[in-house]
């Protein structure tokens, strides 16, 4: 499981579309922390404090992690399976070992990335938070879930890399709109969004934990049909 | 215990049945030829057995583990897949290197490059695969197959698209690897490496096997015709007058020339009575040759 994962952790590090993310990530991350330090002191009246950096980053996630999570795992285990290198696999693994090993390769990246942006921020915001460095991971392995997951029933890399756009950016307005409107269905659909449950009152901080749930659901679906699929 | 064992295996796609109640035993220490036109279904059961697809019914047996309990065996099996292809940022060493950390196993630089070496790809072990030829694909193919030294073999196709030379080269490997022990279940549309190589032969078509046994066997049940040829001093007109009076109603054709004559016969019984013949008749014979089918002739006139 662990040589799929270093496997995967390592292509996502080399290719030009993640080197392009962690660019953008550190560049946005460095910029809105720059600008932020520009109105240090109003922010600081607003009570937003140090923390404004990290509160940068995390909106940043919020918004665009969706379509870059996206973009770069859409066909984790579809290009696998149409370039056919996935029989060389499934016949020296487990099939949940790849589906595990999948994950964890990309939740590795993902974290990697995310602890170096606000390792670049702690410059300006003097501080580290752990709390926002789980929480940006956590949202991000929904995220990680669900295309790993569209990947495993989506067998044509181009599908499941337009669904990806279209739920990317679907989900991110639908899961706002949510925590703003009384429209029951759109209220329904809130509830199997992350944003809900990181939209919620200081007092309700805790919910965000409950979203590692949805990863665990969409692996959990994907073994199961991963384990009876022909490849 | 048989290194596969397959009961009723069938594998349906829609209406259309690829693989039909197959039941097949492969004894350990063979080399099984898997023989069968194109869509005769070969593929589909190797990729069956190993474990690939699922069968729609049926079930099967690999060194005697049953089939929900393949991801236990995988270090006991090697897999060529019929079409190979492989990671095309990374190179063959990369790849044997990332398969056996995969197995489990705990090769050493030396190993790999020593099994990259058997395959015929010296030079090439850290070159990108991207830069290979379909011929040299195949070979990392064959190596990563056989990099866990396997107790069961499965080769689809070794040798389609490899050059003459390296044909002879996998054929000494399969033959070594063979040696050591390995079951080695192949499927080829070279009829010819089949009769070679193969201790066992079935013949695949229409999703069932149509025939199946040992090259001597296969010969005997799907024998046309042998041609006895005998080349012998020349005859005179009366000598070939009783040859031809002898084996009239024994053999199915007979040509007798000056020099050289020939008997077609079913059977090969008549062998030993064609030579005797020659013998009591003190006509000197310089050569006697028989012709029997060859794989390629059975194939050809299954039906």
Redesign the interface.
């Known amino acids: 499981m662990f040589?799929?994962s270093f496997?995967e952790f390592k292509n996502l590090f080399?290719s030009i579309r993640s080197i392009l993310m962690i660019v953008v990530l550190f560049g946005v991350t460095v910029g809105a922390a720059s600008l932020v330090r520009q109105f240090e002191a109003p922010l600081q009246k607003l009570g937003l404090g140090d923390d404004a950096y990290a509160m940068g980053l995390m909106l940043l996630l919020i918004l665009a992690a969706p379509l870059f999570v996206t973009s770069l795992s859409h066909n984790t285990i579809n290009k696998e399976m149409d370039?056919?290198?996935i029989?060389?696999?499934?016949?020296?693994?487990?099939?949940n070992n790849i589906i595990l090993g999948k994950f964890i390769g990309s939740i590795l990246f993902w974290g990697v990335c995310i602890t170096v942006a606000l390792l670049l921020i702690v410059p300006f915001s003097k501080s580290f938070s752990i709390l926002n460095l789980v929480q940006s991971i956590i949202f991000v392995s929904y995220f990680i879930g669900l295309t790993l997951f569209l990947s495993t029933i989506i067998s044509n890399p181009s599908l499941s890399m337009f669904l990806g756009i279209i739920i990317s950016i679907a989900l991110p307005v639908l899961g706002l709109w949510s925590t703003g409107t009384d429209n029951l269905f759109v209220k329904a659909i809130g509830y199997v969004t992350p944003y809900f449950y990181y939209m919620q009152e200081e007092a309700y901080d805790y919910y965000v934990y409950f979203v590692a749930v949805f990863p665990i659901l969409f692996i959990l679906l994907s073994l199961f049909i991963f384990r009876?699929r022909?490849? | 215990m048989e290194a596969l064992q397959t009961h009723q295996l069938t594998k349906k796609y829609g209406k259309k049945t690829v693989v039909d109640s197959i039941d097949l035993c492969i004894p350990q220490g063979t080399i099984f030829g898997f023989l069968g036109k194109n869509g005769a279904g070969k593929s589909t059961f190797i990729n069956m057995v190993t474990g690939l697809i699922q069968p729609s019914s049926g079930s099967y047996e690999i060194l005697g583990h049953p089939q929900k309990r393949l991801d236990s065996i995988q270090k006991e099996i090697g897999v060529l897949p019929d079409y190979s292809t492989f990671y095309d940022d990374l190179t063959a060493f990369s790849h044997l290197n990332y398969f056996q950390k995969l197995l489990k196993q705990s090769l050493s630089k030396q190993d790999i490059l020593h099994i990259l070496k058997q395959v015929g790809l010296e030079g090439a072990e850290y070159i990108k695969v991207k830069k290979y030829s379909f011929g040299m694909k195949k070979k990392l193919g064959i190596a990563q197959s056989i990099i866990h030294q396997p107790k069961l073999l499965f080769l689809d196709e070794p040798t389609s698209g490899v050059d003459a030379n390296a044909v002879l080269n996998i054929h000494a490997l399969i033959k070594q690897i063979a040696a050591q022990g390995t079951t080695i279940f192949l499927t080829s549309h070279n009829l010819n490496e089949v009769e070679k190589l193969c201790d066992e032969i079935a013949i695949m078509n229409k999703g069932g096997i149509q025939t199946q046994g040992t090259m001597k066997q296969l010969q005997e049940q799907h024998q046309q015709d042998i041609v006895i040829h005998i080349h012998h001093r020349p005859l005179y007109e009366q000598e070939q007058s009783e040859l031809q009076n002898s084996f009239k109603g024994l053999a199915e054709k007979i040509q007798i020339g000056d020099t050289t004559s020939e008997f077609t016969v079913q059977t090969k019984k008549l062998i030993p009575q064609v030579n005797k013949y020659f013998v009591r008749q003190d006509i000197d014979v310089f050569r006697l040759e028989v012709e029997e089918a060859s794989l390629e002739e059975i194939f050809l006139n299954l039906k």
Do not use: G, H, N
């Open positions: 040589t799929v496997k080399t370039t056919r290198t029989r060389f696999l499934a016949t020296k693994t487990s099939r009876k022909d490849l």
